[in-house]
């Protein structure tokens, strides 16, 4: 018989990437519960059961751990979106920074890697310059609830810059059918996505002073309702164009951290041909380009393509080709002196790696959103040949469990 609904007691011992505590049930099995921490006893009810593990619902913290503190937000714990409001932002630090090292040990295999303490965030609250929402059945932005696709409707998130959390509450939304998301980045000016699975053009008014852009299921360039397309984001004191359906950094502050610590790493000289593939809108290619020789970008999404090429437009000696790094790379006959990668969460495909290590670049730079993929890349990359200097862990993401890491690699024996 299935223990689903099952309610136990458990014992807490340590917390997992995905921003749940890991305990053990009474038959051996793992059990994972959201907002639980190390040493709680915690009463939970099994929410989904597998021949492994369990997911659990915390229903009660019997037993506190001293970390414990109180949440700033009235929605934390229903709302999906933050995971470690329950920790103050040191602890939050030394958390993320344990579970990187756990990772690269369990699925990089490595011994004692070499993990930075994290580089905090400038501010741990209202340090995001994007946001995305879903709609409730009555039109109210919302996020989906933890552990599930139905939707919160929102009153306060702590999560936004100032200038954002100004905004998004002044917008009113019919419920639109087909409409799913709402994404509202706040650059130089207010930029809203609507993003519909189908279904009419909404009608659409606007009384403030925004941009606004309809997209459709099947991608292809936005529809204006408002404005332009796209918004520009300063960084180190350079404007980047930024369009609706290209990716950019939400934590700005961050971003320019992330920036200099890839800048210093990056050894260069005036001759060279350097690689910044998954470039997107050319967040790092705009501060490596003047160094260099040569710099060739790779990126897949046409919007951020035409980004780049404006934003680089200032440089003769870039190179962009547009299209899957997999598809791309093993075509490329370069030999750069160093690979910039920062590839979505899923990471290097295996075409991709070969291909960059096969260029046998002197030093190789990545930028990942995922310890798992990231553990998996690095230990390919060192069986190719490199050796792992460091990997130095980013806090863009504070309150969430979301962490972002650079590292550094150097060709073994170079
Ligand atoms: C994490 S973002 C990094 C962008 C940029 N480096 C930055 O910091 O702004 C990853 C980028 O890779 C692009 N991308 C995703 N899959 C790709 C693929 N298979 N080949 C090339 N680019 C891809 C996305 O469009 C996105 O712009």
Same mark, same amino acid.
């Given at each position: 018989?299935?223990?689903?609904?099952?309610?136990?007691?458990?014992?807490?011992? +340590?917390?997992?990437?995905?921003?749940?505590?890991?305990?053990?049930?009474?038959?051996?099995?793992?059990?994972?519960?959201?907002?639980?921490?190390?040493?709680?006893?915690?009463?939970?009810?099994?929410?989904?059961?597998?021949?492994?593990?369990? +997911?659990?619902?915390?229903?009660?913290?019997?037993?506190?751990?001293?970390?414990?503190?109180?949440?700033?937000?009235?929605?934390?714990?229903?709302?999906?979106?933050? $995971?470690?409001?329950?920790?103050?932002?040191?602890?939050?630090?030394?958390?993320?920074?344990?579970?990187?090292?756990?990772?690269?040990?369990?699925?990089?295999?490595?011994?004692?890697?070499?993990?930075?303490?994290?580089?905090?965030?400038?501010?741990?609250?209202?340090?995001?310059?994007?946001?995305?929402?879903?709609?409730?059945?009555?039109?109210?932005?919302?996020?989906?609830?933890?552990?599930?696709?139905?939707?919160?409707?929102?009153?306060?998130? $702590?999560?936004?810059?100032?200038?954002?959390? &100004?905004?998004?509450?002044?917008?009113?939304?019919?419920?639109?059918?087909?409409?799913?998301?709402?994404?509202?980045?706040?650059?130089?000016?207010?930029?809203? &996505?609507?993003?519909?699975?189908?279904? &009419?053009?909404?009608?659409?008014?606007?009384?403030?002073?925004?941009?606004?852009?309809?997209?459709?299921?099947?991608?292809?360039?936005?529809?204006?309702?408002?404005?332009?397309?796209?918004?520009?984001?300063?960084?180190?004191?350079?404007?980047?164009?930024?369009?609706?359906?290209?990716?950019?950094?939400?934590?700005?502050?961050?971003?320019?951290?992330?920036?200099?610590?890839?800048?210093?790493?990056?050894?260069?000289?005036?001759?060279?041909?350097?690689?910044?593939?998954?470039?997107?809108?050319?967040?790092?290619?705009?501060?490596?380009?003047? +160094?260099?020789?040569?710099?060739?970008?790779?990126?897949?999404?046409?919007?951020?393509?035409?980004?780049?090429?404006?934003?680089?437009?200032?440089?003769?000696?870039?190179?962009?080709?547009?299209?899957?790094?997999?598809?791309?790379?093993?075509?490329?006959?370069?030999?750069?002196?160093?690979?910039?990668?920062?590839?979505?969460?899923?990471?290097?495909?295996?075409?991709?790696?070969?291909?960059?290590?096969?260029?046998?670049?002197?030093?190789?730079?990545?930028?990942?959103?995922?310890?798992?993929?990231?553990?998996?890349?690095?230990?390919?990359?060192?069986?190719?040949?490199?050796?792992?200097?460091?990997?130095?862990?980013?806090?863009?993401?504070?309150?969430?469990?979301?962490?972002?890491?650079?590292?550094?690699?150097?060709?073994?024996?170079?």
């Amino acid at each position: 018989m299935g223990i689903e609904n099952a309610v136990f007691e458990v014992r807490l011992e +340590r917390l997992v990437y995905g921003g749940e505590a890991l305990g053990r049930l009474p038959d051996g099995r793992a059990l994972f519960a959201a907002f639980g921490l190390p040493g709680e006893l915690v009463r939970v009810r099994v929410v989904e059961e597998h021949p492994r593990h369990v +997911r659990a619902e915390l229903l009660e913290v019997l037993e506190p751990a001293p970390e414990r503190i109180a949440a700033r937000c009235r929605h934390y714990g229903v709302c999906g979106g933050c $995971h470690y409001q329950h920790l103050s932002y040191e602890d939050q630090l030394r958390a993320k920074q344990a579970i990187l090292k756990d990772q690269l040990e369990r699925i990089g295999h490595f011994t004692d890697p070499p993990v930075q303490p994290m580089v905090p965030s400038p501010s741990p609250w209202n340090y995001r310059n994007t946001m995305q929402f879903h709609l409730d059945p009555q039109g109210k932005l919302g996020f989906q609830r933890a552990n599930s696709h139905t939707v919160v409707a929102i009153e306060e998130c $702590h999560l936004p810059e100032e200038e954002l959390n &100004a905004i998004w509450p002044l917008l009113e939304m019919e419920p639109v059918p087909g409409l799913e998301r709402v994404t509202v980045r706040q650059g130089d000016e207010t930029l809203l &996505a609507l993003e519909s699975s189908g279904g &009419a053009l909404p009608t659409f008014q606007v009384d403030m002073p925004l941009s606004a852009v309809w997209m459709g299921p099947e991608g292809g360039d936005p529809i204006v309702l408002a404005g332009d397309d796209f918004t520009r984001f300063e960084v180190l004191g350079r404007a980047f164009t930024v369009s609706a359906g290209a990716f950019f950094q939400v934590n700005t502050a961050q971003a320019e951290a992330l920036v200099k610590h890839v800048a210093e790493r990056a050894a260069l000289g005036a001759d060279d041909t350097v690689l910044d593939v998954y470039c997107g809108v050319g967040l790092f290619s705009a501060f490596l380009a003047p +160094r260099v020789g040569k710099l060739i970008g790779v990126e897949m999404s046409p919007q951020a393509c035409a980004d780049f090429a404006l934003n680089l437009d200032e440089f003769e000696n870039v190179e962009l080709y547009e299209g899957a790094a997999e598809d791309v790379l093993p075509k490329l006959k370069v030999r750069p002196r160093g690979i910039v990668v920062d590839p979505p969460r899923a990471g290097l495909e295996r075409a991709a790696l070969d291909a960059i290590v096969g260029m046998g670049p002197e030093w190789i730079l990545h930028v990942s959103c995922d310890p798992a993929t990231l553990a998996r890349d690095l230990a390919r990359m060192v069986k190719s040949g490199y050796t792992l200097r460091e990997v130095t862990p980013f806090d863009l993401f504070p309150q969430t469990y979301h962490l972002e890491a650079v590292a550094w690699l150097t060709k073994t024996g170079a």
